[in-house]
C-alpha cells in the first residue's frame, strides 16, 4: 500500500479480495513453499502521455512458482559479492518496476561469479541489489535505517524482530563503508534467498572468512520462524 500510496495509484481491490485472488493463485500451482509475484499497473491507454491516465482500468498481475531456497553449501561456505557505488533513484523504498539500474547493479555481480552488488551510497550501505545487507560488530547487529534510500523488505523487518525477540543486540542506523567491509559478519537477506553469510567482498575476506557463529543463530531462528509462524498462517 506504500507503493501505491507513493505513486498516487489506487488499490483496486480491498483486503479480502486480495486473500482471495492470491489464495487462489496459490492453490492453482504446486509447491509447499511459493514466491507469489504481485504487479499492478494503470492500465492501458490509447495514446503516449508521461501524464496519469484518466478513466483507464488498472491491469494486475499475478503469477506463482515454487520457492527454492538457497543451496546448503552457500550456507555452509558463505557467499562472495562486489560493491558498487548506489546510483540509483532517490525513492528506493517504492517498489516498482523501475528496476533498470537494479539489474545493471546485480549483472556487476554475476559477471564477476559472485552472487550479489552490495551498494554504498555517501559513504554509508544502502542495500543489495536485491537483498538486504545487515553487519555484526563486536556483538551488534547493524542495519541501515528504513528511509527512502532503500526499500523495506519483510525479511529485514523478520531478522529484527527475530534479533530482538533472542536478546540480540541491535543497532539501526547508518553503516558507514569503512564498518561494513570490517565487520565479523555480514549477511544477505531476502524472502528467496532467507538469511545467507557474505565471507568475501571485493575478494577480501569479511570476519574470518568463514560463516560466523551469530548468522548460525540467526538461521537457526530464521528456520523454526518459518515453520511455526509461516507455514502456519500467523
Known sequence: QGTLDGIHLAN????????RLIG???????????????????GADTKRNHAFPARVTPTVYIMSEPLVTPPPAQRETGIAVVSAPDVRWLRCDLKTTSLLANCLLR?????????????????????????????????????????HLMLPGITYDVVLELAEKHGLPCAVRDVLEGEARAADELWMTSSTREVLPITSLD????????????????YAWYQDFKQTVMRAGE
Open 203 to 218: 575478494g577480501q575476506p569479511i570476519g574470518t572468512g568463514q560463516p560466523g557463529p551469530v548468522f548460525r543463530k540467526m
Open 24 to 42: 487462489g493463485i496459490v492453490a492453482r500451482n504446486e509447491g509447499e513453499d511459493q514466491s507469489v509475484y504481485l504487479q499492478i499497473t494503470r
Open 107 to 147: 549483472q556487476l555481480a554475476i559477471d564477476a561469479g559472485c552472487v550479489e552488488t552490495i551498494l554504498f551510497r555517501d559513504g554509508c550501505l544502502t542495500e543489495g541489489a536485491a537483498s538486504s545487507i545487515f553487519a555484526m560488530k563486536n556483538g551488534v547487529l547493524l542495519a541501515p535505517p528504513k528511509t
Open 12 to 19: 483496486p481491490y480491498s483486503e479480502a479480495e486480495w486473500t
